[in-house]
Structures are given as structure tokens and as C-alpha cells.
């Protein structure tokens, strides 16, 4: 059990999905309603069009939220690609989560392929512990996306319930001694803050755990090591390699 708590940890943003909230609904739904132009569309896209490249280039995420919802109107032809971006934003930057779902179902209806998309939707069915639906979506990410971050996610929700070490580690060493690119991966802090480190990294703070977990100090510092020159602000890593040398 412990070592199922100290893996399930990393299965990104599973621990602060409940914190959703709901306070920019009503702004996207009455800029919506209330914006009517007599210019021609393609005139009113590149309007908004501006103002959302403006807003998300100054990090003004609500403003380019309320600009993409406009866009969506206006510019149904490219409307997958901009609930793709409502997602984002929505689930990234300012935490709406239920605004986020909405936007997900909305935009896998588009394109059921959108491997970004997958990702999200598999992450909200394994917060409400809907393991093997999520598993499925992962998977279908993978599929699309070949990334080693889905693969390595997948192999996450497959642990919590088959509770199968070795596959679990024969999967993480397969990214690490991969020659992939480098990818990123999004980590807990703790309940409500996440930190982009190397997927490497994450890697072998799990292969640290489940070493500290057998006993086997010397090496899981080893691993925390390389998990810290690739990530040297690795917060949880840090946060292993303090408890370990200091015994606290």
C-alpha cells in the first residue's frame, strides 16, 4: 500500500482536481451573449483573433479565454483547434476544472484524436476513480502521440490496479534508457501547485522511492541524484534527498 500511495502521487494533477471552481463561467457566457457586430466575420476574426494573441502574450488568461469563446463563433472552421486551447487554459492556467471538462468532451466530439485532449479526459476519469476508462483514453494518447509521458502514465493507472512492481519498473526503464527527446512533465508540489520537470526525472524518483522502499538508502540517493541533475529545482526530489541525509 505504501508503495501504491507514493507512486499514485505522480499521475498528474490527480491530487487537486477538486479544487474546481466556477468564477469566470458567467464572464465567458456574457461576453457571448453581448458582443454583436455588423462587420463581416472574417473582419470580426481577426479582431478577436489580435486580442487573444495579445492576451495570451502578456499572460492574460481570462481575456483570452473570453477571446476564444468569441472565435468559436465566428471561426467554426477552426473551432477543434480553439477548444483545444480553451482546455489549456482552462485546466493549466487559471484551474477552472469544471470549465475545462466542458471544454475536453466538447473538443474530443471534434476530434476524437487530439492526443492532448485524450490526456485531459483520461486525468478527470482517474480523479473520480474511474481507472480502466482512464487507462483507455491514456492509452488512445499514446497511440496518437507516441510520447513517453502518456506511456509512462499509462503504466501509472495500471499499477494502482494491478499492483505489478515489475511492470511497472520494466516501463520506466524503458523511457529511461530510451533515445528518445527530452520531455517535460508536469509534477505535484503539493495539493493545488505543479512544477514542469524532465519526464527522466520523474522516472527515477519513482525508481528512488521504491528503492528507499526495500531499505536501499545508498541507491536511492543515486537515483534522486540523477533525478536532480536533470531537474535540479525537482521539489520532491529535494524534498527525498533532505529526508534521506538528514534522517527527518
Not at 22 to 29: A, D, E, G, K, W
Not at 105 to 114: E, Q, S, W
Not at 193 to 206: E, G, N, P, W
Request: proline share 2%.
Amino acid at each position: 500500500m505504501y508503495k501504491i500511495l507514493l507512486l499514485l502521487h505522480k499521475i498528474q494533477t490527480f491530487n487537486y482536481l477538486h479544487l474546481m471552481n466556477r468564477r469566470i463561467l458567467y464572464l465567458l457566457v456574457a461576453s457571448t451573449l453581448s458582443f454583436f457586430s455588423c462587420k463581416p466575420k472574417s473582419n470580426e476574426a481577426d479582431r478577436w483573433s489580435t486580442i487573444y494573441k495579445n492576451a495570451y502574450s502578456n499572460n492574460d488568461y481570462i481575456t483570452a479565454i473570453v477571446a476564444l469563446n468569441q472565435l468559436v463563433i465566428i471561426d467554426t472552421a477552426n473551432a477543434a483547434a480553439y477548444y483545444d486551447s480553451l482546455a489549456y487554459y482552462s485546466i493549466k492556467k487559471i484551474k477552472n476544472y469544471d470549465a475545462g471538462k466542458k471544454y475536453t468532451d466538447i473538443g474530443l466530439k471534434l476530434n476524437p484524436n487530439n492526443a492532448q485532449l485524450l490526456e485531459y479526459k483520461g486525468i478527470f476519469l482517474g480523479s473520480e476513480n474511474k481507472i480502466e476508462e482512464a487507462k483507455a483514453y491514456i492509452q488512445k494518447a499514446y497511440k496518437n502521440s507516441g510520447l513517453n509521458k502518456h506511456k509512462y502514465m499509462y503504466a501509472s493507472l495500471s499499477f494502482t490496479t494491478d499492483n505489478n512492481l515489475e511492470a511497472y519498473i520494466k516501463t520506466i526503464d524503458e523511457i529511461l534508457y530510451s533515445n528518445s527527446k527530452p520531455e517535460k512533465f508536469e509534477a505535484n508540489v503539493d495539493a493545488g501547485t505543479t512544477q514542469m520537470v524532465d519526464l527522466k526525472a520523474s522516472c527515477y524518483l519513482d525508481k528512488a522511492k521504491i528503492a528507499l522502499n526495500s531499505n536501499q538508502i545508498k541507491l536511492s540517493l543515486l537515483y534522486l541524484d540523477s533525478a536532480l541533475i536533470l531537474t535540479p529545482n525537482f521539489q520532491e526530489a529535494l524534498f527525498y534527498k533532505e529526508k534521506i541525509t538528514t534522517g527527518k
